[in-house]
């Protein structure tokens, strides 16, 4: 377990992370949610004593990291995949680390097995890839065969197949009790793997939540229907004792009925429709209005090519990217 209680951080008058109090439980996988910026890595560096605290305190299994007699044995985890010695091998990566932390010799190749290195485990790490990278951070997380995980981005430059394999291992450590902390940037990747979610922007805690409590909270289903007839039709609807909401561009929209009921009641009444299409708003859309006061780094709308002469950009610093210099002067 890992608990957080007003931890807090700044970096002269950036407060990376403000007052976070929450606690990462066992067996299940917590996702640490927030944009670029939002303190996730900072907040990640002094759950493991890399970075000290302005104030507040994090407990490791109730004890302080520094506590800790063996810590790889307790918390292993994956900050940054390129923090290793370029030119060690895979295997003497590991093997260093599993020497220096009185871990058996015979670990090292479980592990390398696990993440599927066991072929390149004789090559030089400077040549591996991204993904081979992330896969021997894993590995070294693995080695002290710990009960907490802590895992940043640890998606990010992994193919598809690499996605789908951490996204499982990730919940089968869970499964075995362990507890398993993963930070992301993306919402759609944690609907798929957390069991529960915390959620910061700016520092600030937003969210702590079960993600089936996120998920039925935040997805709305509704039905988006057009008419050209489109008042008859809000009337039609009303008279069968149906809410209807107004949606984009005219159309209306209806929560909690049928499609297909709602098409036969405007057929008996003969009215034609020009579009009937069950919708959800997506759980993306929902972290962005979560976070939306808190992302440090905006891209503008605003970036559509000149479409005439017209509108061509007369002097030089004019059309693209205008709007964005303007925004960061
Ligand atoms: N060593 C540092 N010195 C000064 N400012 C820092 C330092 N480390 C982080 N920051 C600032 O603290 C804030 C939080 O950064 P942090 O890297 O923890 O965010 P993050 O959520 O991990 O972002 P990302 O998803 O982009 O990695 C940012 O404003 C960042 O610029």
């Known amino acids: 377990m890992i608990e957080l209680e007003g ?21 299940i996988v917590t996702g640490f949610l927030g944009p670029n910026g939002a303190g996730k890595s900072t907040t990640m560096r ?23 007699r063996d810590p790889l044995r307790v918390v292993g ?4 995949a390129k923090a290793m010695h370029g030119g060690r091998s895979a295997y003497n990566h590991l093997l260093c680390l599993a020497q220096s932390n009185g871990i058996p010799r015979a670990r090292v190749r479980e592990v390398l097995d696990t993440v599927g290195l066991t072929s390149v485990a004789g090559k030089r790490t400077k040549g591996f890839s991204l993904g081979m990278g992330q896969r021997l951070g894993i590995a070294g997380a693995l080695l002290g065969d710990p009960r907490i995980l802590m895992f940043d981005e640890p998606v990010n ?3 598809p197949e690499g996605i789908h394999w951490i996204r499982n291992l990730m919940k089968s450590l869970a499964t075995q009790g362990r507890t398993v ?18 959620v910061i922007g700016q520092g ?38 149906i809410d209807v909401t107004p949606g984009e561009e005219g159309a209306l929209e209806v929560e909690g009925e049928d499609a297909a009921h709602l098409g036969e009641l405007a057929a008996r009444h003969r009215i034609t429709l020009h579009e009937l299409s069950p919708q959800s ?5 929902a972290f962005m209005r979560l976070t939306a006061g808190s992302v440090e780094y905006h891209a503008h709308e605003n970036h559509r090519p000149p479409e005439s002469p017209a509108e061509s950009p007369s002097e030089p610093g004019a059309g ?8 960061g002067s």
């Open 157 to 159: 430059g992994l193919d």
């Open 204 to 241: 600030k805690l937003l969210a702590d939540t079960s993600m089936a409590g996120f998920i039925k909270e935040n997805s709305r289903s509704y039905v988006r229907m057009r008419s050209p007839e489109q008042e008859r039709l809000r009337e039609v609807l009303r008279g069968a004792g």
């Open 7 to 27: 931890l807090t951080k700044h970096y002269g008058d950036v407060r990376a992370v403000d007052h976070l109090t929450f606690t990462v439980r066992p067996g």
């Open 281 to 285: 708003a997506s759980l993306e859309e």
């Open 181 to 198: 902390f993963v930070s992301s940037h993306l919402m759609s990747e944690m609907a798929l793997t957390a069991d529960h979610l915390v």
């Open 77 to 80: 985890a994956l900050l940054d």
């Open 46 to 68: 002094m759950m493991l004593d890399l970075d000290n605290p302005s104030g507040g305190t994090v407990r490791i299994d109730g004890r302080h990291y520094r506590e800790l």
């Open 320 to 327: 693209w990217g205008t709007d964005w210099r303007k925004k």
